[in-house]
T-cell receptor
Framework: EAGVTQFPSHSVIEKGQTVTLRCDPI?????LYWYRRVMGKEIKFLLH????????ESGMPNNRFLAERTGGTYSTLKVQPAELEDSGVYFC?????????????FGPGTRLTVL | KQEVTQIPAALSVPEGENLVLNCSFT??????LQWFRQDPGKGLTSLLL?????REQTSGRLNASLDKSSGRSTLYIAASQPGDSATYLC?????????FGAGTTVTVRA
């Protein structure tokens, strides 16, 4: 069974540009989570989807970030316009059952570098 | 608000030495605690999951203990190997969100 996949693995963009990150959860997992780790800090929760619905986006840093999960399958996270402080590693995770009962499986992450 | 702390931030040991990694959390009403490993450029690999009712969990050379009342967990890695070099993170669920520590970066010298 395929795990959580993320694309791209690494993205380097200029400040002010737009970047879209993609996450494909494990098939059949209704719950999808986005996290990010900025340099020197701990991994922080961004948002949670159940199927196509956003359940909690309290961790989204500002309105430059937009997450979608059309059709309840893969999810995208768009950053527009990107700022220097957005650099970091963006992780996606999925679970069959909502946590804490459901174990979250993590993808390899997308390393975003904003110059 | 759940705060998770990991000490030390970095650790360097010679091959063969046992590793002791510490994790503390402020809210003891946790459902479980998970230890992850992260290799450079790679994702998070779950190592051990300890349910709140358990005191410890073992997998091969890894042993994790949990003391909920004191808000602590310890990950022991026996007879360390260079392949154990990685960043180790602990995480606890805060409802459905995971709260992570900043991690301990381990270097095992051959």
């Amino acid at each position: 069974e395929a795990g959580v996949t993320q694309f791209p693995s690494h993205s380097v963009i200029e400040k002010g540009q737009t970047v879209t990150l993609r996450c494909d959860p494990i098939s059949g997992h209704d719950n999808l989570y986005w996290y990010r780790r900025v340099m020197g800090k701990e991994i922080k929760f961004l948002l949670h989807f159940v199927k196509e619905s956003k359940q909690d986006e309290s961790g989204m840093p500002n309105n430059r970030f937009l997450a979608e999960r059309t059709g309840g399958t893969y999810s995208t996270l768009k950053v527009q316009p990107a700022e220097l402080e957005d650099s970091g590693v963006y992780f996606c995770a999925s679970s069959q059952v909502r946590s804490p009962r459901g174990l979250q499986f993590f993808g390899p992450g997308t390393r975003l570098t904003v110059l | 608000k759940q705060e998770v702390t990991q000490i030390p931030a970095a650790l360097s040991v010679p091959e063969g030495e046992n590793l002791v990694l510490n994790c503390s959390f402020t809210d003891s009403a946790i459902y479980n605690l998970q230890w992850f490993r992260q290799d450079p450029g790679k994702g998070l690999t779950s190592l051990l999951l300890i349910q709140s009712s358990q005191r410890e969990q073992t997998s091969g050379r890894l042993n994790a203990s949990l003391d909920k009342s004191s808000g602590r967990s310890t990950l022991y890695i026996a007879a360390s190997q260079p392949g154990d070099s990685a960043t180790y993170l602990c995480a606890v669920p805060n409802d459905y969100k995971l709260s992570f520590g900043a991690g301990t970066t381990v270097t095992v010298r051959a």
